[in-house]
């Protein structure tokens, strides 16, 4: 699972978005889902907002050409304007978009991509979301500290001793369920650096002289996907626990393990129940594959799940990733403490998310697919950038890059 590292300069121009919007219904006819979102869970000592429903405010944006819907409300005129442009020009633009707020979707647009059945794509349409689906790994694990099945300083010496004949069980033991959360472990990462995680020979099975083809990336993991707990500790961390932060799928695959161990439940069906009920997440799956609607482009491939499970293996919508972002930070989901523990940002991570200038924010890439996934807060009014793409993250970059310029 390759996730987007988005740098700096770019998310400066980010925090550019919507700047000065501070933005608080709308008019039309708009693509059609049959979710809806909501949930009452109460945390601190008030319950939250009601959340809007996302797919009836979708339905009242006004058409402006093609699948590109907009907010009628005179409030956006200006914004929309320049948005408008961007998306119709801009080439780049390949998949599904949504702006939102808490309390308006503000345009919602499916452009220049098919899906599988040959239909243009809308901002239901289903992708790989990729490392996007850490923040939904962390909401799991989060739940169960809630619940007082786990504690943030719990080691993986707790969870899994029946791998302490391993030869590096001594060191990784040793590794909290907070330093996996942080990116911290030291353990090295089972996809990007697969000659650190596997060794070499084994390595060599996936990359051979060069980049893995599809077919071998999907052999490989038919056959390792399964061990990848187990070889954790087998091979030495590169460095202690919580010295540095260091990117790592194989942080969020272990967690994804403590779930399962801690739950009761498989990792899909606890995340079913945690994440994408509550939010009414219906486009939404984990562990499943055969169910992404988006296209492929050329030369990649759909993620095996086997590869990804809970640092990548979710499934979803933008719509969807609208109301599961309107749940966390309305606070619907976890207590106002697991909040501000998954918002503690530490070389910039929490708890799959990453804090860059203003923006709190996540990229997921796979072989095939791209997903930007940022969150601005302005003056207590937060904004949500979702895009959902097949192209790579370059692409993806190219843009949002661009819309930094449009509210002047």
């Known amino acids: 699972m390759r996730t987007v590292r988005i740098r700096k300069t770019i998310c400066t121009l980010l925090a550019c978005i919507l700047m000065a919007s501070c933005l608080p219904s709308c008019t039309g006819t708009a693509p ?3 979710t809806v979102s909501g949930t009452t869970q109460q945390t601190g000592s008030e319950a939250p907002k009601e959340l809007p429903d996302v797919d009836e405010q979708i339905k009242k944006l006004s058409n402006v050409q ?18 408008v442009s961007q998306l119709k020009d801009n080439v780049s633009i390949r998949g ?6 808490d309390d308006d979707v503000i345009v919602a647009a499916g452009m220049r991509l098919k899906d599988k059945d040959g239909s243009e794509v809308t901002p239901y349409t289903t992708y790989e979301i990729g490392s996007v689906t850490k923040s939904m790994t962390a909401v799991c694990i989060m739940k169960l500290v809630e619940e007082g099945k786990i504690k943030l300083d719990d080691t993986l010496g707790d969870f899994f001793p029946e791998y302490s004949s391993c030869p590096f069980y001594g060191e990784v033991s040793k590794v909290t369920v907070r330093n996996l ?29 060069g980049n893995p083809s599809g077919e071998a990336f999907c052999n490989f993991f038919n056959k390792y996907g399964d061990k990848i707990v187990r070889q954790a500790f087998c091979r030495k961390p590169g460095f202690e626990q919580d010295i540095k932060f260091e990117y790592s799928n194989t942080n969020y695959t272990l967690l994804a393990g403590i779930i399962e161990k801690k739950s009761g439940m ?18 939404s799956t984990s562990m499943k594959e055969g169910n992404v609607q988006a296209s492929i482009r050329k030369n ?7 590869s990804s499970k809970g640092c990548g293996d979710v499934h979803s919508s933008a719509a969807d990733l609208l109301k599961y972002h309107r749940a966390l930070f309305g606070g619907h989901l976890l207590s106002e403490g697991s909040m501000k523990e998954m918002m503690n940002f530490v070389d910039g991570y929490g708890f799959g998310w990453q804090q860059m200038d203003q923006w709190i924010l996540h990229g997921g890439s796979t072989a095939g697919f791209s997903t930007f996934n940022g969150v601005f807060d302005k003056n207590g009014k937060r904004i949500y950038v979702i895009m959902c793409a097949n192209q790579g993250e370059e692409y993806v970059m190219q843009v949002i890059v661009p819309m930094s310029g449009l509210a002047k």
Request: charged letters at 20%; aromatic letters at 12%.
């Open 96 to 101: 599904s978009l949504i702006i939102a707020t």
């Open 181 to 209: 959360l942080r990116m911290r472990s030291g353990i090295d990462d089972y996809v990007n650096d697969p000659e650190g995680f596997w060794g070499e020979e084994t390595a060599l099975e996936l990359v051979g002289t």
């Open 32 to 34: 059609v889902s049959t």
């Open 266 to 283: 498989s990792y899909a069906g606890f995340m079913e129940q945690t994440v994408f009920k509550p939010c009414g997440m219906t486009d």
């Open 300 to 306: 990649a491939w759909y993620n095996p799940v086997n």
């Open 66 to 83: 093609g699948n590109i819907w907009i907010n009628g409300d005179p409030k956006y005129k200006d914004l929309l304007g320049r948005l």
